[in-house]
């Protein structure tokens, strides 16, 4: 499924805020689309499960159509494999509420 850079996915914790550890322990991810919209809600099967930390490739293929990732931390080495590897773009963010995460990152994209 190709990448659709139209759709953003932002790890959450049980409250509903940035998760504050690395995205991929993320317990939910809220995927919006670029006019804001809350398109769907996808539980982590992986969060709890320690082994995949350092590869994406779990979390890019349960967010398989999704082009951007917006966090509050990631690995340096995950964000250069995102990109090249699975052609996701990443976003780190210190926002703490997703809906001013989305805009934080819609706004820097909008200046490149």
């Known amino acids: 499924?190709?990448?659709?850079?139209?759709?953003?996915?932002?790890?959450?914790?049980?409250?509903?805020?940035?998760?504050?550890?690395?995205?991929?322990?993320?317990?939910?991810?809220?995927?919006?689309?670029?006019q804001g919209e809350l398109v769907r809600t996808v539980k982590?099967?992986?969060?709890?499960?320690?082994?995949?930390?350092?590869?994406?490739s779990l979390i890019t293929a349960l967010l398989?159509?999704?082009?951007?990732?917006?966090?509050?931390r990631m690995g340096q080495a995950s964000r250069q494999r995102l990109e090249s590897e699975f052609k996701v773009k990443s976003f780190l963010t210190e926002e703490k509420d997703p809906q001013k995460a989305l805009e934080a990152y819609l706004s820097q994209d909008a200046n490149k």
């Open 44 to 56: 982590n099967p992986y969060a709890t499960n320690r082994t995949h930390h350092d590869d994406p």
């Open 64 to 72: 398989s159509d999704v082009g951007v990732f917006v966090a509050h």
């Open 1 to 34: 499924m190709p990448r659709d850079y139209n759709l953003i996915a932002i790890g959450v914790d049980a409250e509903g805020r940035l998760f504050k550890a690395h995205f991929g322990m993320s317990p939910s991810y809220l995927v919006f689309n670029r």
